[in-house]
């Protein structure tokens, strides 16, 4: 069992886990009209540069020039190392970065001028431990759209192995021209807000954010990540699984002997396309949980890729702390086949689990479990 | 103990499995055209390699060798063994292909090419030819490290049901391989130790 001590979200929501929760409770989404690079129009949640740089300059007081989610993603994990109050450069601290694709952008300019190692992942991750003159060698997660939730439990073996005494998880991605064609040849992004689970969801929208935990062992105070899972479909690289079979897996390993009636809320993928928001209402039904409420924030924040499962899992385990249940935007007419009990309203539980489930490009699936001690 | 029971080693001079050098004669120059002769060499009967990309196809292959070396049962759904791969250079090798099908003057974005700009994909592509869901995970290290192969497989076995792993280091760029996949086994009386020395040995081979 581990710990979050800190943590903070940077989305166009807000630059702190408070106000990008506050934002989900009011409703708000940061979903704008934007283009993708064939001009097509297309919305996404996008992080204003202009913004993110006064921030990230007041903050992290650079002495050199940084990309996009390098500024992002250093603001996130200054601002959640500063509150968590560790040593950064400690030897007993750990760093793992969750992105699918980093600096990818790069590939688009020829003449960057930021050298040819600013592409790899592994430099990326390397200028998060320089930033706090760590010298531990960082762990890069890429594991598609569930690296959020791979990250945390690296996390998780770390502490528990007794690797670090404090590990900081910091997720990112960006809506690159790279990543907005991709998902646009896939005809697989809403050209309005998306809707998830709701009957006439078309897609996802694609968003930007990063997201950091800082971890450390648990106290049996508070919330603690209790252990999580993941599972392959061995199905399809690009459709899941018709059984849900993977997720279905990972969400028992998971479960193991507690009940569906401890669970407050699962805080699903719910990407808002129809194959995946179907697939998902199948394994929770064959894990038990066709009666547990059901939410997915992307209406709010898009789909943030490699930051998912990490922001996700804090606005998650706030409305935990917070004993209630959310509603999850963009949903009004039932749209999935079988039972699925998605939340429509805040209300209010006094139950002490939850489930943050993920699934990804390659088949695969998380699922993570949360637990508020009282 | 955790022994290892069987391994591949695919660099861009050789095909080695379980410590023996495959007796194949490449007709090509280095590069993404060997893959398909280690294919034809192995007498691998499986058409989705050829959607492949090329990262994915020397993952598969050399996954391929292992399991099939310890005729790993491909038809049962199997919980029971995960895969984790760490590498370099991510999918860049696909990254860069993907780039070229959107620039400002010939912009054709394809799926089937973008699916592949995601490394933990050739993790699917094993997962799938062989049934098996138990857990799949990708890590990047600046380079080949033995003792963080350790701790990957480590973590694969502290989750509930895992029995193997089958682990290693899958890098492919600009038709350059370097690929080591290892299959562990938790508690096997075959096979040899899965430590630091004996990775580094057959990574140096």
Not at chain 2, 107 to 125: K, Q
Request: aromatic content about 10%; some cysteine.
């Amino acid at each position: 069992m581990i710990k979050p001590l800190a943590y903070n979200i940077v989305s166009p929501l807000g630059f702190s886990a408070p106000d990008n929760y506050a934002a989900v409770r009011r409703g708000e989404s940061g979903v704008i009209p934007w283009q993708d690079p064939a001009g097509t129009p297309i919305v996404l949640s996008r992080l204003d540069r202009e913004k993110l740089q006064d921030a990230f300059e007041r903050q992290c007081k650079p002495s050199m020039e940084y990309t996009v989610p390098e500024q992002a993603m250093l603001l996130s994990a200054s601002l959640a190392v500063a509150e968590a109050g560790i040593d950064p450069a400690s030897a007993r601290t750990g760093f793992v970065l969750s992105s699918t694709k980093g600096n990818i952008e790069l590939l688009a300019i020829p003449d960057h001028g930021f050298g040819r190692e600013r592409i790899h992942l592994w430099h990326t991750a390397g200028l998060l431990t320089a930033c706090f003159n760590n010298q531990n060698l960082p762990l890069t997660v890429t594991n598609a759209c569930i690296s959020g939730a791979a990250a945390q439990i690296a996390a998780l073996k770390m502490l528990e192995n007794g690797l670090y005494d404090h590990v900081v998880v910091t997720g990112v991605d960006m809506a690159s021209d790279f990543i907005v064609a991709g998902f646009q040849s896939f005809k697989s992004l809403d050209p309005e807000r998306c809707r998830p689970f709701d009957a006439r969801r078309k897609g996802l929208n694609i968003g930007e954010a990063a997201a950091t935990i800082v971890f450390g062992k648990a106290d049996g105070k508070g919330i603690s990540l209790i252990r999580g899972n993941v599972r392959n479909d061995a199905n399809h690289i690009s459709g899941p699984s018709r059984t849900g079979e993977g997720l279905f897996r990972a969400i028992s390993r998971t479960l193991e002997e507690l009940s569906p009636d401890d669970i407050a809320f699962i805080s699903a993928h719910g990407t808002a396309t129809p194959f995946n928001d179907q697939m998902e209402a199948i394994a929770f039904a064959r894990a038990g949980l066709d009666h547990t409420p059901v939410f997915s924030l992307k209406a709010h924040f898009g789909h943030t890729m490699g930051a998912a499962g990490i922001l996700e899992s804090i606005i998650a385990f706030m409305a935990l702390e917070e004993g209630i249940v959310l509603p999850s935007m963009g949903y009004e007419v039932d749209g999935i086949e079988g039972a699925l009990h998605v939340s429509t309203a805040t209300v209010q539980s006094s139950k002490k689990y939850i489930v943050k489930t993920l699934s990804g490009f390659g088949g695969c699936n998380a699922a993570l479990l949360y637990q508020k001690h009282s | 103990m955790k022994k290892i029971i069987a391994y591949s080693r695919i660099t861009d001079t050789l095909v080695i499995l379980n410590g023996k050098p495959c007796e194949i004669t490449f007709s090509c120059e280095i590069g993404p055209g060997r893959l398909a002769e280690i294919y034809r060499f192995l007498e691998v009967n499986y058409p989705k390699f050829f959607k492949m990309d090329n990262f994915s196809k020397a993952g598969f292959l050399a996954s391929e060798m292992v399991l099939r070396s310890l005729h790993y049962d491909m038809e049962s759904p199997d919980e029971s063994t995960s895969v984790v791969f760490a590498n370099r250079s991510s999918s860049l090798d696909n990254d860069k292909r993907f780039q070229e099908t959107i620039s400002r003057d010939d912009y054709f974005p394809s799926p089937a090419v973008f699916v592949y700009t995601l490394p933990n994909i050739v993790t699917g592509e094993v997962a799938i030819r062989n049934k098996i869901m138990g857990e799949t995970s990708f890590f990047i290290l600046e380079s080949f490290d033995a003792e963080k192969m350790m701790i990957f497989a480590d973590w694969a076995f502290s989750s509930a049901g895992t029995r193997r792993v089958l682990c290693g280091w899958t890098e492919y760029l600009d038709g350059h391989s370097d690929l080591l996949v290892m299959m562990v086994e938790k508690e096997s009386d075959k096979g040899f130790d899965f430590n630091k020395q004996n990775i580094n040995n057959i990574y140096r081979t």
